[in-house]
């Protein structure tokens, strides 16, 4: 009797001992089944929205005036940017390291400029100002620009906020310009407005590309980033008079990827 008695009571010590060990043992392998941030996803894709902080267009005026002529005229040549800084596009991800990324993108920025050329006699004690010509073309474009970096995290997957650096090339290319001639009447009438052809001073452009951002992970996986980001292309995509496209812009960039 006492015999069984000491095998139950060794019995319901060995069940009290293994029962901990095995609830956490439990406890360690449900988190690495729930967790999405344990192992890194090496692939993302999603939305990019852009916003151009500096400008793409010159802008300016330069007045200069003739005295072969009586009274003098006067020559007033302009640069007017007219475009939309914001644009729009979509980017893929391949992690191929829990630091280590390559991202490629295609962002489309809207480019919308006038230029032109106001010339007019100056006015007289007898006579006002004289408008000789009026004569302006508005240029409209996209940029599309495609760059191709190299992302490194400064943490690990695990995280929910993650700041990065990022660095590589870029590609920009021109497409659907189009152009219309704004001809001013002298007489005070309608002005004409005619279509002609674009003044592109290169199609395509390549060009460095670095930036500085953060990404925040929820619990599902998605991915909101936000990056500042500055490049410098080789070459002008429009080139007329005053009215050039720079060559070095920066760009806050937000991405949403999943």
Known sequence: MRSTRCFRALLGLAVLTALPVALH???D???RRRSPRVEFERFA???RLGYHITAQITEGT???TSTSTNPPTLFKATSEPEHDAWGIGGGVQFNILPRWGIVAELISHSVRFKTGLRVERRETPTRGRQLLSNN??????NHWDIPVTVRYYLNGPRQRARPFISGGVGMRLVRNPKARREIGSVDGGETEIVETT?????DSTLGAVGGLGFELIDDIGLKLSVEGRYMRWQNKTFEMGLANALRNHVEILIGLSF
């Open 45 to 47: 894709a999603g939305f």
């Open 25 to 27: 043992g439990q406890d």
């Open 198 to 202: 674009p003044q592109v001073a290169t």
């Open 29 to 31: 392998d449900a988190p």
């Open 62 to 64: 330069d007045d200069q």
């Open 136 to 141: 302006f073309v508005v240029t409209e474009a």
